[in-house]
């Protein structure tokens, strides 16, 4: 156990703190949403999947993959660390900007739903092409050779999936950690986008990437889940249906984590997913492409946000009085 004078320099105190902190993190958030020239240089997403790149190189060996994501994770925590020490001597409400600003720098939010404003808005205009463009930005697959169906599947598979990598576990971890823990569940979560290929010359390397990054997001992709089925009604949908979706094609993507909130917004939109090849989820009820349904898909994606974060709150008042 480490000293109340050193542990107050890395864990919000009360759960006071925790809620001061989730709420200047999304002041941040909303204000600078996009990070570009220095800032972009110096954002941990950007600096550890470039060293991730470098150190982790193709076709070599589980034991390098494991050296890479203890280096580039140690070697951003002491950074990060060093930040919370420097402003916890300065003063409490230092720090607090500071580990607020680390929780911002974890966590993304108004950057996604203004992504996927933009493509219900391409699709309004009937511009493809724009849909396409702004579908990009957040789906790693091509989607400029989709249809428009496919583009936007594309973009609610991912609105839902980066709810729990850029979010939702982000806020969860500062929960029951503290905002280097957050950053910890960002850099693995990137770690993986990096190196974490299933196949191919990253299989070995970027093993032990994959399997953090889904440990990590276990817990936090099920419970997104289940709250995106609850707010079915909002698309004007039966939360059993939505459930029942959910609970039937979950399993139906290879990663064990996405395809939670997946089959869930699926299952609340009343709509097909699928990604060519790879997987169907949920029913063609709706038309996947409709404006409405991304417009829907948002609505619930915000509902749930707000969801999440009250949750987090409630438990954080339990945490802090188990941990002191």
């Known amino acids: 156990m480490c000293s109340v004078n050193i542990c107050r320099c890395f864990f919000p105190q009360n759960p006071f703190e925790v809620a001061l902190i989730i709420a200047l993190a999304h002041v941040m958030d909303f204000l600078y949403p996009y990070h570009s020239g220095f800032m972009l240089k110096i954002h941990p997403v950007h600096t550890s999947y470039i060293l991730a790149l470098k150190l982790g190189k193709p076709c ?16 951003h925590m002491f950074a990060y660390s060093t930040a919370l ?44 092409e724009c849909a396409r463009y702004w579908a990009q930005q957040i789906v790693r697959r091509n989607v400029y050779k989709l249809s428009k169906e496919h583009v936007a599947s594309a973009a609610i598979e991912s609105l839902a999936e980066s709810l729990v990598d850029g979010y939702t576990s982000p806020i969860f971890y500062f929960t029951i950690g503290g905002p280097l823990v957050a950053l910890l569940q960002r850099l693995a979560n990137t770690l993986d986008g990096a190196l974490g290929f299933k196949h191919g010359c990253y299989e070995d390397v970027g093993w032990f990437s994959a399997k953090a990054d889904t440990a990590l997001n276990f817990l936090p992709a099920r419970l997104s889940a289940l709250i995106v089925v609850m707010y079915a009604f909002l698309a004007g949908r039966r939360v059993t ?6 609970r039937r094609d979950c399993r139906k993507t290879e990663s064990i984590n996405a395809g939670h909130p997946m089959s869930a917004m699926a299952g609340a939109l009343g709509v097909e997913l699928e990604k060519p090849g790879f997987y169907r989820l949920g029913s063609p009820i709706n038309d996947v492409s409709e404006p409405r349904t991304l417009r829907n898909a948002m609505k619930i994606a915000v509902a749930m946000a707000i969801t999440f974060v009250t949750l987090m709150l409630l438990l954080s008042t339990p945490i802090h009085l188990a941990l002191h």
């Open 60 to 75: 070599t060996s589980k034991l390098r993959g494991v050296a890479t994501w203890l280096m580039v994770s140690v070697l």
């Open 85 to 128: 020490l420097a402003s916890c001597i300065v003063g409490r409400w230092l720090w607090l900007i500071t580990s607020a600003y680390i929780l911002k720098l974890s966590m993304s939010l108004r950057l996604l739903l203004s992504i996927v404003n933009n493509v219900r808005t391409c699709f309004e205009k009937g511009d493809i």
């Open 241 to 246: 249906d939505a459930y029942n979706v959910w």
